[in-house]
C-alpha cells in the first residue's frame, strides 16, 4: 500500500499543532487542502485518525495516535532519503527556521555570505514564533533555528547576549509632551517586559502600548513612523535607527538569542551555518538616530 507523502506530512502537523489552519501555515498550503489530505489519508487506511467536530478541540483517535508513530518514521526515512541522493548534483536543502524579525534582518546578509562560501547546500527558510519554532525542530520539521533563547536544549549550539535598542524608523518623529508610541507582537512578551521594566526606572517616561497579531503589519507600522518599538541590535536594518540617546530613554539590558540545530539529521554544513548567523548576531550595526527630531509642546 502506497501513501502520499504529503498527506502523512499534513496529518504531523494537525497531530502537532492541533490545528487544521495552523498545520496549513507549517505545511505551506491551505486549510481545505489539509482537510482534504486527511480525508484521502483515512479513505487510504480505512481508519479514522482524527477528531474535527464543530466547537470541539482537534484530537486524535487511538488509530490516529497509533498511526502518528509510524507516520514519523516514514517521514524521517524520506529525508533520509532525499539527503543520500542527489538532485542535480545538490545535497537536499538545509531547512532553517527563524522568526520574521530575524528573517528580515541578519538573514539576509549571513546567508549570502553562507551560499558564496558553501554553494552544494541550498537554505529554506521557515518564519514563526520562537517557542513554535523549538518545537519544529524537535518534530524534525526543520534542521536549525535561530530564535530568542528558549532554555536548555540537547541541540543549543550557542547562545549570544544581544543589546536592546530603543528602535523606529528614521522618519518617526516624538512629541516629548505626549506618551512615546510603542508597537510589540502580541505575544512578545520579552521585548515588552524589558521595555516595561526600564521604563519602572523613570516613571517621568510615559509610554503608549499597541499591540499586533502579525509582524508584517507591525513592521509596516514601524516603518510608516508611527510607534517605536524594541528590537535586539543585530536585528535593526538601515532603515531604523537608535532613538534611546535623543529621547534620554532608559537602558534596556541584554536578550540571549540561541543556535538550535537538530540532534536528529547532524550534518556538517549545519555547524557552518550556525557559525555563519553568530558571527552575525555579534555585529554591531551602527544607527545612530542621525536627523531624528524631538519637539516639545512649545515648539
Known amino acids: ?37 486527511i480525508r484521502l489519508l483515512e479513505q487510504r487506511l480505512s481508519r479514522k485518525l482524527v477528531d474535527r467536530g464543530r466547537g470541539k478541540p482537534v484530537s486524535l483517535t487511538s488509530a490516529g495516535n497509533a498511526f502518528l508513530v509510524k507516520a514519523r518514521r516514514l517521514l524521517a526515512l524520506a529525508d533520509e532519503a532525499m539527503e543520500r541522493s542527489s538532485i542535480g548534483g545538490s545535497a537536499s536543502p538545509i531547512r532553517l527556521g527563524t522568526t520574521m524579525t530575524f528573517a528580515l534582518s541578519v538573514l539576509p546578509p549571513a546567508l549570502a555570505r553562507f551560499s558564496a562560501a558553501d554553494q552544494d547546500n541550498p537554505v529554506t527558510v521557515t518564519t514563526a514564533r520562537s517557542h513554535d519554532l523549538r518545537d519544529l525542530l524537535d518534530n524534525g520539521n526543520i534542521d536549525i533555528a535561530l530564535v530568542l533563547d528558549q532554555g536548555p536544549h540537547a541541540g543549543r549550539v550557542e547562545t549570544v547576549p544581544v543589546p536592546l535598542v530603543w528602535t523606529a524608523a528614521r522618519i518617526f518623529r516624538h512629541d516629548r509632551s505626549k506618551p512615546l508610541p510603542l508597537a510589540f507582537l502580541d505575544d512578545a512578551r520579552d521585548l515588552r517586559r524589558h521595555a516595561l521594566s526600564a521604563l519602572d526606572t523613570e516613571p517621568e517616561k510615559q509610554a503608549e502600548l499597541q499591540f499586533h497579531a502579525d509582524p508584517v503589519g507591525l513592521r509596516a507600522v514601524l516603518l510608516a513612523g508611527l510607534a ?29 538569542v540561541s543556535i538550535y540545530a537538530s540532534t536528529k539529521r547532524e550534518r556538517p554544513a549545519v555547524r557552518k551555518l550556525a557559525t555563519e548567523l553568530c558571527r552575525w548576531l555579534d555585529h554591531q550595526p551602527d544607527r545612530s538616530a542621525s536627523g531624528f527630531k524631538v519637539s516639545d509642546a512649545s515648539d
Open 228 to 256: 517605536a518599538t524594541v528590537l535586539p541590535r543585530p536585528a535593526m536594518t538601515e532603515t531604523l535607527v537608535d532613538i534611546g540617546p535623543r529621547l534620554k530613554l532608559p537602558s534596556l539590558g541584554t536578550v540571549l
Open 1 to 37: 500500500m502506497s501513501l502520499d507523502l504529503r498527506h502523512v506530512e499534513s496529518f504531523v502537523a494537525v497531530a502537532d499543532t492541533r490545528s487544521f489552519s495552523a498545520a496549513a501555515e507549517r505545511t505551506g498550503t491551505v486549510q481545505s487542502a489539509v482537510s482534504a489530505h
